[in-house]
């Protein structure tokens, strides 16, 4: 696999879709970084699994172009994976975000962009992997949860990781309170991550991400 952009002078611009289902918060900061020109991605296309996700209103007032490909217009879940890499394919993306998606991946759409998708998730993996990640981790009572930004594959939360980051748990949190310091650190960590993956060559080798 390989992100590369070698001469910083003759750089262009990496193309990312992002893909949402809710409010967007992770693709503002997205939107926000790449408004800077010398930011070496810039947001091509927005997808989401429902249309009334909040978050398509932030791409809109960007000027990104929107697309929605709802499960439910679909009979199986291959047949709507289909529908999704098919929607995603014209963009000519290089690398495809999952921020905030919460669906699952299928073979159509990771064959499409091998080990070229990127998602964020709440937790420190492969501690509480899922949907209900901050809950788990206040549950389950650890001291210190936080985030990761990972490749994914065709589990759930299990792909090679790209970069974590701790986010300590106080006295009194609830998992609203939990989740808003978590998503403050999520979206530097994904813009960070994002940045470093358009700028260097990257090679999986087994679990391990090697940036050069």
């Known amino acids: 696999m390989s992100g590369t952009f070698a001469d910083e002078s003759t750089r262009v611009r990496a193309r990312l879709v992002v893909l949402i289902s809710g409010g967007g918060s992770n693709l503002q900061a997205l939107i926000d970084a790449t408004s800077d020109p010398d930011f070496p991605a810039q947001i091509v296309g927005v997808g989401a699994d429902r249309a009334d996700a909040t978050g398509l209103d932030r791409a809109m007032r960007a000027g990104v172009p929107t697309f929605v490909v709802d499960p439910k217009q679909y009979s199986d879940r291959g047949e709507w994976d289909r529908a999704l890499a098919a929607a995603i394919a014209p963009f000519d993306a290089e690398w495809v975000v999952s921020a905030g998606f919460m669906r699952i991946l299928g073979e159509a759409v990771l064959s499409g962009h ?49 970069a974590q980051q701790a986010v300590a748990i106080e006295a009194g949190d609830d998992e609203t309170s939990l989740h808003e310091r978590i998503k403050s650190v999520e979206h530097e960590l994904l813009v960070s991550v994002v940045a470093s993956l358009c700028r260097h060559d990257v090679q999986v080798i087994g679990r391990e991400v090697v940036f050069s």
């Open 114 to 162: 091998p080990q070229r998708i990127v998602n964020t998730h709440p937790a420190l993996l492969p501690s509480f992997p899922g949907a209900h990640a901050v809950r788990d981790a206040l549950v389950y009572g650890v001291k210190v949860t936080g985030c990761t930004v990972h490749l994914v594959d065709s589990g759930v939360d299990t792909g090679p990781v790209l």
